[in-house]
């Protein structure tokens, strides 16, 4: 038994409550939601979801829902095959089924007085760290607002060398960029096995996963339905993105009606755990795996307002340095050019040279196109203090 395993013989009353997480992101597949049969909404059981997302909601927590199923709604109103689409068909089918998906998930939670928004992401989405940055964003302002993105791969424009394929390792990856605290895997079976249960008669659950590990990952077995894309194999990959990143993940049994809120009654389940958390995380990749591209000079008040943990707004900036994009890591430098911190820069170099030292409220003015009142927001930011290295230094955009 590997060391991951051993470690999860803690009791279950170790184990975190719902309560205490402040961003939780749910994935729902479509063999969940979708009826095989009927191929339509299972919509007593998206009710009794829609009700646990609208507690958690009330408790204070921020709720984001990643959904599968525009693929599998559209296939029925257009007639096609259920399964092995060409490439064309899915998506025209994902063109049809995300109309229907997200008027679906717009009526269950407006009946629950939540407002639903719907952002449709590709690989590049997350990967290219400029349209990371916009998609965090959006995601963001949207939380702030109290509403629940519901997010889905764009199957529309999605090909099958530039796409995820699976929502397991999709929501693993908002999970990180929208810095949840938790990732609720629902699956059609109620956790991670010793082995594949259909072929294993005394395979048993595993509780607790401390660490994944290769006996974590030979566990994994393939899909178990038709409609779904992804498999334990996805799920294991998607914990490994996620408890990187700070985030807690489990799998859990979603094909009984309420089956977010029965997680509160120790029922069997899989957690991955982290000794981490999405800040931290996030921090350390800033410090630490990111060529800074330029430097942003700041006065004494800038100064003081950064180390009291707040964003750094244009106003403050008296030098830009470099020729840097939005997305890329700059250091944040002091009136002596003593290095401060370091940061993901909201603007390109020559839009940080038009607003620096201004108003933000001028930026619309400045640039022609409103924009972020931060020019290196505090959530992207990392402060000096061992962490940055003091002989860090940038050259005409090198360091």
């Given at each position: 038994?590997?060391?991951?395993?051993?470690?999860?013989?803690?009791?279950?009353?170790?184990?975190?409550?719902?309560?205490?997480?402040?961003?939780?992101?749910i994935k729902v597949g479509s063999s969940l939601l979708?009826?095989?049969?009927?191929?339509?909404?299972?919509?007593?059981?998206?009710?009794?979801?829609?009700?646990?997302?609208?507690?958690?909601?009330?408790?204070?927590?921020?709720?984001?829902?990643?959904?599968?199923?525009?693929?599998?709604?559209?296939?029925?109103?257009?007639?096609?095959?259920?399964?092995?689409?060409?490439?064309?068909?899915?998506?025209?089918?994902?063109?049809?089924?995300?109309?229907?998906?997200?008027?679906?998930?717009?009526?269950?939670?407006?009946?629950?007085?939540?407002?639903?928004?719907?952002?449709?992401?590709?690989?590049?989405?997350?990967?290219?760290?400029?349209?990371?940055?916009?998609?965090?964003?959006?995601?963001?302002?949207?939380?702030?607002?109290?509403?629940?993105?519901?997010?889905?791969?764009?199957?529309?424009?999605?090909?099958?060398?530039?796409?995820?394929?699976?929502?397991?390792?999709?929501?693993?990856?908002?999970?990180?960029?929208?810095?949840a605290d938790l990732l609720i895997l629902l699956s059609?079976?109620?956790?991670?096995?010793?082995?594949?249960?259909?072929?294993?008669?005394?395979?048993?659950?595993?509780?607790?996963?401390?660490?994944?590990?290769?006996?974590?990952?030979?566990?994994?077995?393939?899909?178990?339905?038709?409609?779904?894309?992804?498999?334990?194999?996805?799920?294991?990959?998607?914990?490994?993105?996620?408890?990187?990143?700070?985030?807690?993940?489990?799998?859990?049994?979603?094909?009984?009606?309420?089956?977010?809120?029965?997680?509160?009654?120790?029922?069997?389940?899989?957690?991955?755990?982290?000794?981490?958390?999405?800040?931290?995380?996030?921090?350390?990749?800033?410090?630490?795996?990111?060529?800074?591209?330029?430097?942003?000079?700041?006065?004494?008040?800038?100064?003081?307002?950064?180390?009291?943990?707040?964003?750094?707004?244009?106003?403050?900036?008296?030098?830009?340095?470099?020729?840097?994009?939005?997305?890329?890591?700059?250091?944040?430098?002091?009136?002596?050019?003593?290095?401060?911190?370091?940061?993901?820069?909201?603007?390109?170099a020559s839009e940080a040279v038009l607003i620096a030292?201004?108003?933000?409220?001028?930026?619309?003015?400045?640039?022609?196109?409103?924009?972020?009142?931060?020019?290196?927001?505090?959530?992207?930011?990392?402060?000096?203090?061992?962490?940055?290295?003091?002989?860090?230094?940038?050259?005409?955009?090198?360091?």
């Amino acid at each position: 038994m590997s060391v991951a395993i051993q470690a999860a013989a803690a009791p279950s009353a170790t184990l975190p409550s719902l309560k205490t997480f402040r961003r939780i992101v749910i994935k729902v597949g479509s063999s969940l939601l979708i009826d095989r049969e009927q191929g339509c909404v299972r919509r007593s059981w998206l009710v009794s979801l829609a009700q646990d997302i609208a507690d958690l909601h009330a408790q204070g927590s921020d709720l984001l829902v990643v959904s599968s199923g525009s693929i599998a709604l559209g296939r029925t109103v257009l007639g096609l095959p259920g399964r092995d689409l060409k490439l064309e068909d899915s998506q025209a089918a994902a063109a049809v089924g995300q109309i229907a998906l997200a008027r679906i998930w717009a009526e269950v939670l407006a009946d629950r007085k939540i407002t639903a928004g719907q952002i449709l992401v590709t690989l590049g989405d997350t990967e290219e760290r400029q349209r990371y940055l916009n998609a965090r964003a959006t995601i963001g302002r949207l939380l702030d607002l109290r509403a629940v993105p519901v997010i889905n791969e764009n199957d529309t424009v999605a090909t099958n060398e530039i796409r995820y394929g699976d929502n397991d390792r999709l929501a693993a990856r908002v999970a990180t960029m929208a810095s949840a605290d938790l990732l609720i895997l629902l699956s059609d079976v109620p956790g991670l096995y010793t082995a594949p249960p259909a072929e294993n008669p005394e395979a048993e659950l595993v509780p607790v996963v401390a660490r994944v590990d290769e006996t974590i990952e030979a566990m994994a077995g393939g899909g178990a339905s038709p409609l779904s894309r992804g498999g334990m194999r996805t799920k294991i990959e998607a914990a490994k993105i996620a408890t990187t990143g700070g985030t807690q993940m489990l799998i859990a049994d979603g094909r009984v009606e309420h089956p977010v809120s029965r997680l509160n009654a120790s029922v069997p389940c899989t957690w991955f755990l982290t000794g981490s958390n999405p800040v931290t995380a996030r921090k350390k990749w800033i410090a630490g795996s990111l060529e800074p591209r330029g430097a942003l000079h700041v006065d004494a008040g800038a100064a003081k307002a950064i180390a009291n943990g707040k964003s750094l707004l244009p106003a403050g900036v008296t030098r830009v340095e470099g020729n840097f994009t939005s997305g890329d890591c700059v250091l944040i430098r002091d009136a002596r050019a003593a290095d401060i911190g370091r940061g993901l820069v909201g603007y390109d170099a020559s839009e940080a040279v038009l607003i620096a030292g201004r108003n933000s409220q001028d930026i619309l003015r400045l640039l022609g196109t409103p924009g972020r009142a931060a020019i290196v927001h505090r959530d992207d930011m990392v402060v000096a203090g061992g962490q940055i290295a003091a002989t860090a230094r940038v050259t005409n955009g090198k360091s």
